[in-house]
T-cell receptor, first 114, second 113 residues
Framework: NAGVTQTPKFQVLKTGQSMTLQCAQDMNHEYMSWYRQDPGMGLRLIHYSVGAGITDQGEVPNGYNVSRSTTEDFPLRLLSAAPSQTSVYFC?????????????FGPGTRLTVL | GDSVTQMEGPVTLSEEAFLTINCTYT??????LFWYVQYPGEGLQLLLK?????DKGSNKGFEATYRKETTSFHLEKGSVQVSDSAVYFC????????????FGTGTQLKVEL
């Protein structure tokens, strides 16, 4: 099992550019989510999905879109990048919705918006 | 709202020293509690968890006890190693609202020889 994979590892964008951060998992997990990690703020939830075709907003969704057409993939789209979106982005997945279930994290994408 | 408060870092210790990283939480329901560890350049990994009051989670010499009366989940290790240098995140999980994890801000631990 590869677990949770993310691409790219690093990305530099100019303000206004668009891009998609890729996330895939091979564990057949229903639940997937995107977090951003900023200094002194821990991880904050951007969007999440409880299954293919179902997505919902987290606590910081503005400026980001997601879709979930398959169980395996959960891409995060930035339509018009802004410097405030400079961050490290983590994708995570877990099986089921039980609150005690472990989340598995990808290695992260470090994004810089100039 | 739900929140997690961790002691600020960085925490610098000598090898074989005793480690405590404090974590307290505020939650409207009955959360599960977690400690995640992030090694340099990597994603987060689950270190240990506890799902109800008085449970003790343990792994790799680390321990934490779910204390409902003090709303705490402090991380401890009796003898740290240089390889324990990492950032440690306390988190809580609740049912509903996307079943998201609410994280603390993280505590960086540096262990020196």
């Amino acid at each position: 099992n590869a677990g949770v994979t993310q691409t790219p590892k690093f990305q530099v964008l100019k303000t206004g550019q668009s891009m998609t951060l890729q996330c895939a998992q091979d564990m057949n997990h229903e639940y997937m989510s995107w977090y951003r990690q900023d200094p002194g703020m821990g991880l904050r939830l951007i969007h999440y999905s409880v299954g293919a075709g179902i997505t919902d907003q987290g606590e910081v969704p503005n400026g980001y879109n997601v879709s979930r057409s398959t169980t395996e993939d959960f891409p995060l789209r930035l339509l018009s990048a802004a410097p405030s979106q400079t961050s490290v982005y983590f994708c995570a997945s877990r099986t089921g919705l039980a609150k005690m279930n472990e989340q598995f994290f990808g290695p992260g994408t470090r994004l810089t918006v100039l | 709202g739900d929140s997690v408060t961790q002691m600020e870092g960085p925490v610098t210790l000598s090898e074989e020293a005793f480690l405590t990283i404090n974590c307290t939480y505020t939650a409207t329901g009955y959360p599960s509690l977690f400690w995640y560890v992030q090694y340099p350049g990597e994603g987060l990994q689950l270190l240990l968890k506890a799902t109800k009051a008085d449970d003790k989670g343990s792994n790799k010499g680390f321990e934490a006890t779910y204390r409902k009366e003090t709303t705490s989940f402090h991380l401890e290790k009796g003898s740290v190693q240089v390889s324990d240098s990492a950032v440690y995140f306390c988190a809580l999980g609740l049912t509903g609202g996307g079943n998201k994890l609410t994280f603390g801000t993280g505590t960086q631990l540096k262990v020196e020889l």
